[in-house]
């Protein structure tokens, strides 16, 4: 239960993903000892559902790599119940920064607030920003669950410097609710994991120097970006077999 804490909800910053093996997670982890320490949340699972229109027009863009994207999710640390805290979170990308905005309240609040029949009145411009998405983009749903048991990190000399270690990546387009459980399929081989390097600006230099010395780079990833075309692949595979049936 987290809900005593207080929440940042706002964030601006430069994200960069990689995609990297256990063996290079091991010799890196060693290596940022010095430089990092676990952040409040530690080892934790992260549930998210995403929202999309019927023809998953939100997700179909960002695939394009547009100057500007955004999407919608509600997250929660762990498997929620009706009171726990979860994060209404509107996420926007433009020109390679993300600008995040979010709003905390109960996951029965959220399913309230979802249905106009709730205001968590803590932040009246994220939550007037929050409305005037969903009806903007008319008949927008759960669409996607995506989970993963992330182990996260900030910088002991700069707090802003996040990173992020996320394995376990599952995902499903079916009994979309968090507090449905973690269950569904995989998207990355058991012996990857998915690093995030959070900064508000550029990176610190002894972090460009380990990545370059392990030769670690940065690769395009959007978990729910992969998990739609997977199971856009899937379907694909099954309507062959129906067809050729």
Known sequence: EVKSMAFQDVFQRFEKKY?????????????????????KYGRSTICNIYYDTPDHRLIRKSLEKPIYKEKLRVRSYGIPDGNSTVFVELKKKYKGIVYKRRSDMTLDQSKAFF?????????????????????????????????????????????????????????????????????GSELLNPSQCLMEIKVPGAFPLWLSYMLDELEIYPSSFSKYGK???????????????NNCA
């Open 19 to 39: 995609i990297i093996t256990e063996e290079k997670y091991q010799i890196l982890m060693k290596m940022l000892s010095k430089y990092v320490v676990p952040d």
């Open 115 to 183: 249905n106009d029949n709730f205001s968590a009145k803590k932040n009246v411009q994220i939550e007037n920003e929050l409305k005037y998405f969903l009806s903007y983009y008319n008949r927008i749903a759960p669409a996607m669950f995506i989970s993963y048991e992330r182990n996260a990190f900030y910088g002991i000399m700069d707090k802003s410097l996040r990173i992020t270690f996320d394995r376990k990546i599952t995902y499903r387009e079916n009994e979309l609710e968090l507090d449905k459980g973690v269950w």
């Open 227 to 241: 998990a739609y075309l997977k199971t856009k692949e899937t379907k694909s595979k099954k309507d062959k077999v």
